[in-house]
């Protein structure tokens, strides 16, 4: 009867992770699809100076599946694979970068995503990853607006 009992324990506890798991996974593919499409910067800040607004108003985002790419004008600012995990408090986005000035690095940083807003803040690469979504000293602070289509 022991063995029963261990056994049916165990296989409550591996349903249980199993459950959990899918539905970490359903809260991941949610984020990322909310988070396709382009985005224009609202406000942004990098080592807790503001972003000139000239510049600020040249910067785009493209999220494409698990990849984005943040144009200044014409030109790449940066490009990063990335992963988020939607579960933690705050919830966490990491940046494996492809292109840009820390290219090869890894960035971790913290988000929110409210419906055509999406806020992120991340550490310098190396660097533990911030607790809370504002500027500071060795942070990037960025705001960002969903572009609306034109399609109705």
Do not use: H
């Not at 063995?3 to 591996?14: D, E, M, P, R």
């Not at 055509?116 to 550490?123: H, I, L, V």
Request: hydrophobic share 35%; proline share 4%; aromatic share 8%.
């Amino acid at each position: 009867m022991k063995k029963f009992t261990k056994l049916v324990l165990v296989s409550l506890a591996t349903l249980c992770i199993s459950l959990a798991n899918a539905a970490d996974d359903e809260a991941i593919k949610k984020d990322i699809a909310q988070l396709q499409g382009e985005w224009t910067m609202t406000s942004g800040s990098a080592d807790g100076q503001p972003m000139p607004d000239a510049m600020r108003k040249e910067m785009k985002r493209l999220c494409k599946g698990d990849e984005i790419t943040v144009m200044m004008g014409t030109e790449v600012f940066l490009k990063a694979k990335f992963t988020l995990d939607p579960t933690k408090k705050p919830k966490t986005i990491d940046y494996e970068m492809t292109e840009g000035y820390t290219k090869g690095k890894k960035q971790l940083g913290i988000y929110e995503l409210n419906g055509d807003t999406f806020k992120a803040c991340f550490s310098s690469p190396g660097v533990e990853r911030p607790t809370e979504l504002k500027a500071g000293a060795g942070l990037t602070f960025s705001e960002w607006k969903r572009q609306q289509s034109d399609k109705k």
